[in-house]
C-alpha cells in the first residue's frame, strides 16, 4: 500500500518547485528553477518492435527503463544571456532540446512523459512575458497536431483551466478529443498547476464523493487519495543535472539514465 509519506513528500516536491515549460517542435518557452527529473517508480524493458527514432545508445535501450518521466525545465533565459542571445532564442534552444527527448523517451519503452508547463505562480510574471507565454501554447497545438498523431501520442492537460484565455481552452479540449484513443504514448502537460491546487482538488474530490454516498469516510485510504491526484506520481526517484536545460544533450540523458538503472530501489526498507 502507497504511504501517506511518499504522498506527503511528493506533493510537497510539486509545491516547493514552481515550474514553467511550453512543448512545442521548435520554438518554445521554457521557464523554472531547477531543472530536475522526475523519474518514476515502474520500470519496463524495451520493446524491439517500438518506434526507433530516437538516438540513444542501444545498452541503455536493453537495460532497466522507467514507465513514466517527468521534466522540469530551467536555465533557458541564463543560457541565452551568458551567450549574449535573446530570452526567445533561449526558449527556442529548449526547445529544440525538449523534442529531441520526448522522442528518445518513447522511443526506448517510456510510456508517460510529463512536462511541467506553466505553474500557478507564474500568473505572477509581467503581463507581456505571461501573453506571449499563452499564444506559444496556442501555436504548439495548432502545429503539433500532425506530429501527435503520426506517432499516437494522446495529450492530456492537467492544472486550473479557469484562467486561461478560451482560445487556449478551445484548442487544449480539441486535441485532447483528437489524442484521446491513443494509449501506448502519453505526453501530459501541466499549465496553471500547482501542488497546493492539486492536494485541493483531490480533497474536495473525495470529500464530494463522501457527502453523496459514494464513499464512506473509514474507506479513505492513501490509494484513493492517489488516485484523485492529477499527477498521480506517489513514489518518484529524483534527479539533479548539473547543466542548463539548452546543454542537457545525450550525453546528459544517458547519465541520467545510467544513474536510475543503477539506484538499488529499496522504498524506505533496509536490504
Known amino acids: 500500500m502507497l504511504s501517506l509519506l511518499s504522498i506527503f513528500f511528493t506533493c510537497l516536491a510539486l509545491i516547493l518547485i514552481p515550474c514553467l515549460?511550453?512543448?512545442?517542435?521548435?520554438?518554445?518557452?521554457?521557464?523554472?528553477?531547477?531543472?530536475?527529473?522526475?523519474?518514476?517508480?515502474?520500470?519496463?524493458?524495451?520493446?524491439?518492435?517500438?518506434?526507433?527514432?530516437?538516438?540513444?545508445?542501444?545498452?541503455?535501450?536493453?537495460?532497466?527503463m522507467p514507465k513514466h518521466v517527468a521534466i522540469i525545465l530551467d536555465g533557458n533565459r541564463r543560457?541565452?544571456?551568458?551567450?549574449?542571445?535573446?530570452?526567445?532564442?533561449?526558449?527556442?534552444?529548449?526547445?529544440?532540446?525538449?523534442?529531441?527527448?520526448?522522442?528518445?523517451?518513447?522511443?526506448?519503452?517510456?510510456?508517460?512523459?510529463?512536462?511541467?508547463?506553466?505553474?500557478?505562480?507564474?500568473?505572477g510574471r509581467p503581463d507581456g512575458e505571461v501573453?506571449?507565454?499563452?499564444?506559444?501554447?496556442?501555436?504548439?497545438?495548432?502545429?503539433?497536431?500532425?506530429?501527435?498523431?503520426?506517432y499516437k501520442v494522446k495529450i492530456s492537460v492537467i492544472g486550473r483551466r479557469t484562467n486561461m484565455p478560451e482560445s487556449l481552452l478551445g484548442l487544449i479540449q480539441e486535441v485532447e478529443e483528437a489524442t484521446k484513443s491513443y494509449k501506448e504514448k502519453h505526453l501530459i502537460m501541466a499549465i496553471d498547476y500547482s501542488g497546493r491546487f492539486d492536494i485541493l482538488q483531490a480533497c474536495k474530490s473525495l470529500a464530494e464523493k463522501t457527502k453523496n454516498g459514494l464513499i464512506?469516510?473509514?474507506?479513505?485510504?492513501?490509494?484513493?487519495?492517489?488516485?484523485?491526484?492529477?499527477?498521480?506520481?506517489?513514489?518518484?526517484?529524483?534527479?539533479?543535472?548539473?547543466?542548463?536545460?539548452?546543454?542537457f544533450g545525450e550525453a546528459e540523458y544517458l547519465k541520467a539514465l545510467t544513474w536510475y538503472q543503477q539506484r538499488q530501489r529499496r522504498f524506505g526498507l533496509r536490504v
Open 216 to 247: 464512506q469516510v473509514e474507506d479513505l485510504d492513501e490509494r484513493m487519495i492517489d488516485k484523485e491526484l492529477m499527477t498521480s506520481c506517489t513514489y518518484t526517484e529524483l534527479y539533479f543535472p548539473n547543466v542548463l536545460w539548452p546543454d
Open 79 to 123: 543560457w541565452a544571456n551568458k551567450r549574449g542571445l535573446r530570452v526567445s532564442e533561449g526558449h527556442e534552444a529548449g526547445a529544440r532540446r525538449l523534442l529531441e527527448h520526448v522522442m528518445d523517451c518513447f522511443a526506448i519503452g517510456i510510456n508517460t512523459i510529463s512536462l511541467f508547463a506553466f505553474s500557478t505562480e507564474n500568473w
Open 21 to 64: 515549460f511550453i512543448f512545442r517542435r521548435p520554438s518554445v518557452p521554457l521557464f523554472l528553477k531547477k531543472t530536475i527529473i522526475f523519474i518514476k517508480t515502474a520500470t519496463s524493458q524495451y520493446n524491439d518492435e517500438e518506434e526507433r527514432y530516437g538516438t540513444i545508445e542501444g545498452k541503455e535501450k536493453r537495460g532497466r
Open 131 to 150: 501573453n506571449f507565454l499563452m499564444a506559444m501554447f496556442e501555436k504548439n497545438f495548432k502545429s503539433e497536431m500532425a506530429y501527435y498523431d503520426r
